[in-house]
């Protein structure tokens, strides 16, 4: 069964610490993996996006690793800010199917 | 968001009653879809177009229906058939369902809730 599981569900850091998100996915044949980060209430936005070849990916504070046969990506947020609060999604994509998303996880950023 | 719009931002229904919807999209992408998000799970997916005048039943299609008469529009009828209709509602867009790496772009979303 295609699937995308994340970890944590929800995490709690101070601003300007750095901090990782998991996603494992069995999702196959394997296409993409993305990023997004979704505002409360708003719809989601991309951060990353990865392809079978790649296993690094930097946006800004934001850097996205692609491990394709251990079937793992992680998030890695730097000198974290408010504005990182969020709900973080990954979404792979298999070969003309569809897209499957993982649950999410809620990051939240403290003064 | 993109140029990707959803109205209303909040809609309220009452049971029995039959609401719809809108989406539009002004980035010229083939594809549409139509999500479901509850809280602590991932994105459903209710249907999909990839073209005009045709649309395919995602994993949730039921108490759900869609039309696709134009290219830059795919609204969503929630019937009175959805037992469980509140939800945040998402649609989305892309290139092309075949072209990789396929990216969505999604609109600010709808929030539904059933008195």
Not at chain 2, 41 to 56: A, E, T
Request: contains cysteine; glycine residues 8%.
């Amino acid at each position: 069964k295609n699937q995308v599981e994340q970890s944590p569900q929800s995490l709690i850091i101070l601003e300007g610490k750095n901090c990782t998100l998991q996603c494992n996915y069995t999702v196959s044949p394997f296409s993409n993996l993305r990023w997004y980060k979704q505002d409360t209430g708003r719809g989601p936005v991309s951060l990353t996006i990865m392809t079978f070849s790649e296993n690094t990916k930097s946006n800004g504070r934001y850097t996205a690793t692609l491990d394709a046969d251990t079937k793992q990506s992680s998030l890695h947020i730097t000198a974290s800010q408010l504005s990182d609060s969020a709900s973080y999604i990954c979404v792979v994509y298999n070969y003309g199917q569809n897209f499957v998303f993982g649950p999410g996880t809620r990051l939240s950023v403290l003064p | 968001d993109g140029g990707i719009t959803q109205s209303p931002k909040y809609l309220f229904r009452k049971e029995g009653q039959n609401v719809t919807l809108s989406c539009e999209q002004n980035l010229n992408h083939d594809a549409m879809y139509w999500y479901r998000q509850d809280p602590g799970q991932g994105l459903r997916l209710i249907y999909y177009s990839q073209i005009v005048n045709d649309f395919q039943k995602g994993d949730i299609a039921e108490g759900y229906s869609v039309s696709r008469e134009k290219k830059e529009s795919f609204p969503l009828t929630v019937t009175s058939a959805q037992k469980n209709p509140t939800a945040f509602y998402l649609c989305a867009s892309s290139k092309y369902r075949g072209v990789v790496p396929n990216e969505q772009f999604f609109g600010p979303g709808t929030r539904l809730t059933v008195l």
